[in-house]
């Protein structure tokens, strides 16, 4: 006659699944946000922790996620802060080197995660793959309201986006043989494209369209297109690591219309002084035309309203000289003939 024990049933834990990190900078109210949907993911909390690095070594942002590590049935959740350098690139260097699970998620703080994002993200890896890019989406106004600004059509451009950190799986292993990010970059651009063409280089990186983040629009004050024009000196980073590859899926050809409007502005200029007044006033009015031309281009799908079409008009001056300005600083800067 054989016994058969009788006590409760063996518990095995859940394995550590994936790591995710969410670099941030001074944002607790979107971090918050973007921290609500990652707790609330279908995924076993069991399976996957999240490590929020501090980037701005916020007093706020530490409380909100000891707040939130309190949650009961919550996934480890922890916040770290890099202790040299600033960056995104730092930060997430900081982010996965701490990652306990085989497979690094990367978002980002003003992201909103679909509740399966995790699920589908693990389920559409594959084992032979370096990496995976999610699917990014950008929520659209109301049919019925206006069009949008010249911003919001910019950040549609993330749904385009063949890989971007704010949505991107990446094995520990692929991150550890290619060092991470290169912590050149620092601020939120070209980072993400100069990890893809290193991983492309060694194996795949793949593709989920079920793997899907929300990207909102974030509210941004009066000429963000100006300040957006530094991020251009790092395309100069990114051109001279590779060269090729920026050419073809980059950017083909340089901005020559930009290089054209600061040449005849300059030469009018120089016109009025020592020149004809009548070549001053054809080259000023061949740069205006161009300039009227550019702004036109970005107000062809976007939102007339008399605040808007102003601003548009008046950064669309000011685009061609802070873009030609930040090219040639970063050709300089890495030492590379970048225009």
Not at 30 to 58: F, I, K, M, S
Not at 65 to 94: D, F, K, W, Y
Not at 308 to 336: C, D, M, N, Q
Request: net charge positive; with cysteine.
């Amino acid at each position: 006659m054989s016994m058969r024990s009788e006590g409760p049933p063996l518990q095995v834990p859940l394995p550590l699944l994936v790591s995710v990190v969410v670099p941030t900078y001074r944002r607790p109210a979107l971090l918050e946000r973007c921290l609500a949907a990652l707790l609330d993911q279908t995924l076993a909390t069991a399976c996957y922790e999240v490590l929020v690095v501090d980037d701005g070594h916020e007093d706020a942002v530490l409380r909100l996620v000891e707040r939130l590590a309190q949650r009961p049935g919550a996934p480890a959740l922890h916040c770290l802060r890099p202790s040299t350098g600033r960056g995104p690139a730092v930060a997430r260097n900081c982010g996965w080197r701490a990652a306990r699970a085989p497979l690094v998620a990367f978002t980002d703080d003003d992201t909103i995660a679909d509740r399966h994002w995790l699920h589908h993200g693990l389920v559409g890896m594959r084992p032979e793959w370096l990496a995976q890019a999610g699917r990014v989406r950008v929520p659209r106004r109301r049919a019925r309201e206006r069009p949008p600004t010249d911003h919001e059509l910019m950040t549609r451009g993330l749904e385009r986006a063949e890989f971007v950190t704010a949505n991107a799986f990446v094995w520990r292993a692929a991150l550890v043989l290619v060092g991470g990010f290169d912590e050149r970059f620092q601020r939120p651009w070209r980072e993400d494209a100069d990890l893809q063409f290193r991983l492309e280089a060694l194996g795949t990186v793949g593709r989920c369209e079920q793997a899907l983040v929300w990207h909102p629009v974030r509210r941004e004050s009066w000429g963000v297109s100006l300040r957006q024009q530094r991020n251009v000196f790092f395309d100069a980073l990114l051109y001279r690591k590779h060269p090729q590859l920026y050419r073809v899926r980059v950017r083909q050809r340089p901005p020559w219309d930009y290089y054209l409007i600061v040449a005849l502005t300059v030469l009018g200029a120089l016109l009025m002084s020592t020149g004809p007044a009548w070549g001053a006033a054809a080259a000023l009015a061949a740069a205006l035309a161009l300039v009227l031309a550019f702004a036109a281009r970005r107000l062809r799908h976007t939102a007339r309203t008399p605040s808007h079409v102003g601003e548009v008009l008046l950064t669309s001056a000011l685009i061609p000289f802070l873009s030609v300005y930040w090219r040639l600083r970063g050709a300089l800067h890495f030492k590379v003939l970048f225009l």
